[in-house]
């Protein structure tokens, strides 16, 4: 059955991608710019005003006013000030912005295209996000409410694209052998990322003091998202560590990355399921746009928290058809093999033997077998896990055919008929196999 993945805020995601936003440079000097302009009036609405002002705090606060300084004061009346306040937060996200640059620089140097491209994506995401928990959940109209929740969420959207550089970086560092001194830049970086995450925490568990046990619940979830990724990390750079990789050498280091990644997206996922149905039940399930977005969200994790279990039972059952199936190369058909591994192109100390006498490593032809059921360099169709059954040897087994895929496209144009009308385009595409109805992808593009 053909599989649609709908996304309430694709569409905004689309208008920002290709809106003509200022790079980061000219955010932070226009930010500047303006809070120079803003401190300059602001210093002559104080000489004009000053006795005004002061009364003004007095009739807020009037024990305040007698202890806390006057220029104290004044900030205080500048942040909560409707036009001031609001230059002063974006300055404060540009100075954060500005050291998130600095720090990715510093450790991973120039991001490119897609990295950057990715990360706009992520921070638009976020933030159209929490907009919703902002107005639509929460429903903050106090002013010094939204201002508080601005400033967590800037420190939040700060580390968190920090920690997403990293980990995309490491994703390709992980099968190489990086320089030791990029290591140490990330290492250090992610150590920093840990402490400000554990910051995050603290403060978590200390609002439930502070706030309602609602919105402390909502403050530990997003800290303790924060926490984990910084963990996920911190441990992808220790394994690329030797002296991690001498003390775990029984344990091959794609396995143990592999249930790295899996013990994070389960607890991720199941952290966002909380905090979604919490966000729901808070909203006290009033049929609304919010509500909408809220209840889209939650089905997706729910549907990653489940498909993840599947492909982890899958990749088990795959484990097992390996050790079942494919026996373990001598040392002696090793020190004889002159190839190199046809997946991963790397030398092999230990492999598996298919019938076909070719040789890859464990972990190579177990992602391989998740994809297909041949031989990666003759083709040659091997045992799946739906049929199980070997033939005795290798002249017995039938080459996997080839089949050539093919589509039909319909596209419709609806300004040939009316303005209002929308033009899209219909792709179905398949391959005619055995599997037939299980390859079939419907893509709508407008």
Same mark, same amino acid.
């Given at each position: ?11 905004? +995601? ?14 932070? &000097?226009?930010? *500047?710019? *303006?809070?120079v302009g803003s401190a300059f009036y ?5 000489? =004009? ?9 007095? =009739? ?52 490119? &295209? ?8 992520? +921070? ?31 420190? *939040? ?13 490491? =994703? ?93 997206? *389960? ?35 729910? =549907? ?38 046809? &997946? ?19 972990w190579c032809l177990r992602s391989w ?12 169709? +091997? ?23 093919f589509s039909h496209v319909f596209h ?13 385009? &219909? ?20």
């Open positions: 059955m053909p599989l649609i993945a709908l996304d309430p805020f694709d569409g905004l +995601l689309a208008l920002a991608r290709h809106t003509p936003i200022p790079t980061l440079n000219s955010y932070i &000097v226009i930010s *500047l710019l *303006l809070t602001a210093k002559l609405t104080f000489t =004009k005003d000053e006795a005004c002002i002061n009364e003004t705090f007095r =009739k807020t606060d009037p024990t305040s006013a007698l202890i806390i300084p006057g220029h104290l004061q004044q900030f205080y009346y500048l942040l909560l000030h409707p036009t001031f306040g609001w230059v002063f937060i974006n300055m404060f996200c540009a100075v954060l912005a500005l050291i998130a640059k600095l720090a990715t620089y510093a450790t991973v140097g120039k991001l490119g &295209v897609q990295e950057s491209g990715l990360l706009r994506d992520r +921070l638009c995401n976020f933030f159209l996000y929490k907009a919703v928990f902002l107005f639509g959940v929460l429903n903050s109209v106090v002013h010094e409410e939204v201002i508080a929740w601005v400033l967590w969420f800037a420190l *939040l959207a700060s580390v968190a694209a920090l920690q997403s550089i990293v980990a995309y970086k490491l =994703k390709y560092l992980i099968s190489s052998i990086p320089p030791r001194r990029v290591l140490f830049r990330i290492m250090g970086l992610a150590i920093i990322l840990l402490i400000i995450s554990f910051a995050f925490v603290s403060f978590a568990f200390t609002a439930f003091y502070l706030f309602s046990i609602s919105i402390a619940l909502f403050i530990l979830a997003d800290a303790l998202k924060s926490l984990l990724r910084s963990i996920y990390v911190i441990s992808k750079c220790a394994l690329l560590l030797d002296i991690v990789t001498v003390y775990l050498s029984s344990i091959n280091h794609t396995t143990l990355t592999y249930y790295l990644e899996f013990v994070h997206d *389960l607890a991720i996922d199941f952290i966002d399921l909380l905090h979604y149905t919490h966000m729901l039940l808070y909203s006290q399930v009033v049929l609304s746009m919010a509500c909408i977005v809220i209840s889209m969200q939650l089905r997706s994790f729910y =549907k990653s928290f489940i498909a993840r279990i599947e492909r982890h039972i899958k990749y088990k059952r795959i484990c097992k058809h390996i050790d079942a199936h494919y026996q373990k190369a001598t040392r002696i058909e090793l020190n004889n093999l002159k190839d190199w591994c046809a &997946v991963c192109w790397e030398q092999m100390d230990s492999a598996r033997k298919l019938p076909c006498n070719h040789f890859f490593h464990e077998l998740e994809q297909d059921n041949s031989c990666p360099t003759c083709r040659l169709a +091997l045992p799946s896990l739906s049929n199980p059954a070997v033939t005795e040897g290798p002249r017995e087994w039938s080459r996997a055919p080839v089949v050539q895929p419709f144009d609806g300004t040939r008929y009316a303005r209002w009308l929308p033009s899209f385009s &219909v792709e179905l595409s398949h391959n005619v196999t055995p599997n037939f109805f299980q390859r079939n992808r419907l893509f709508f593009t407008f």
